[in-house]
């Protein structure tokens, strides 16, 4: 659906069922330089099991207009806009990556406006190395080169798409690639800028999951673990095996860690 947020036209997701305001909320927010696209399986089974879901592309993302916020604390208050222009109940935020950075600066900033939090692919700091942020600044494609090589796992290199036909890697740089000049130069810089992780992660009151990927070369686990020390009563989920990309290096265990449902695979 299109929403109207600060004078701009945002395209938010629904996982494929109209938008209900009456039920509960989810919100699913990608990472640097993607779209909503990233979060298109695990959103559509909430939408299908008594939810009301957002997936927007942020702005100047995907199909959203407007300039790409420049700061994780505009992009917090923007998910807060954004839930009043769909009407929502207090929503279930569940973020990767620089998503998750968002989620958790919105439930600092916003906590009547936060029932739950998923941290997924997250990091108590997170550094971006100063070739990534060049290239990036440049708009030179070895910076989508970077962020795909960097953020999935090993097995994403031999075919180990859950998706018969499907390569991950060549579908991550399809995503950055249709990223407009300097959006992910923003989105890295607002990463690499964002130093008030622990100081949200301290003030957070909403039932907190973070979920780790054992193999993450982007946000290393052992980061993973340092936020989520300070959340009061944090659950932790490690992924063995997962990078960065959870979403599909390891679908079926992430939705199992998002929904508290076992995984079909045991892991």
């Not at 109209?18 to 909320?25: E, K, M, S, T």
């Not at 009407?87 to 958790?104: D, Q, T, V």
């Not at 499907?166 to 399809?174: N, R």
């Amino acid at each position: 659906m299109q929403l109207s947020i600060d004078g701009h036209e945002v395209f938010v997701g629904t996982g494929g069922r109209g938008f209900d305001p009456a039920l509960p909320a989810v919100v699913f927010l990608h990472g640097a330089g993607f779209d909503h696209s990233a979060w298109a399986l695990h959103s559509r089974w909430f939408a299908h099991h008594g939810f009301a879901v957002l997936v927007p592309d942020l702005p100047g993302h995907g199909r959203s207009a407007g300039p790409a916020l420049k700061t994780i604390a505009a992009m917090a208050d923007w998910v807060a806009a954004l839930l009043d222009a769909a009407s929502a109940k207090p929503a279930h935020l569940i973020g990767h990556s620089m998503g998750s950075l968002i989620a958790l600066d919105a439930a600092a900033r916003h906590p009547a406006r936060v029932t739950k939090l998923s941290l997924v692919g997250t990091a108590a700091t997170m550094t971006v190395g100063p070739d990534l942020l060049k290239a990036a600044e440049a708009n030179d494609p070895a910076a989508i080169d970077m962020v795909s090589i960097w953020g999935l796992g090993y097995s994403a290199e031999l075919g180990g798409s859950r998706a018969p036909g499907l390569w991950m890697h060549g579908t991550a740089q399809a995503i950055l690639k249709r990223c407009p000049p300097g959006v992910l130069f923003s989105d890295l810089s607002a990463c690499n800028a964002y130093q008030d992780a622990l100081v949200s992660a301290g003030k957070i009151t909403a039932p907190t999951t973070v979920i780790i990927g054992e193999k993450d070369m982007m946000t290393p686990a052992k980061a993973g673990k340092a936020l989520a020390a300070a959340i009061a009563d944090a659950r932790t989920i490690v992924l063995e095996g997962a990078g960065h990309m959870m979403m599909t290096e390891r679908p079926d265990e992430l939705l199992a860690a998002l929904s508290g449902a076992p995984s079909p695979t045991g892991r």
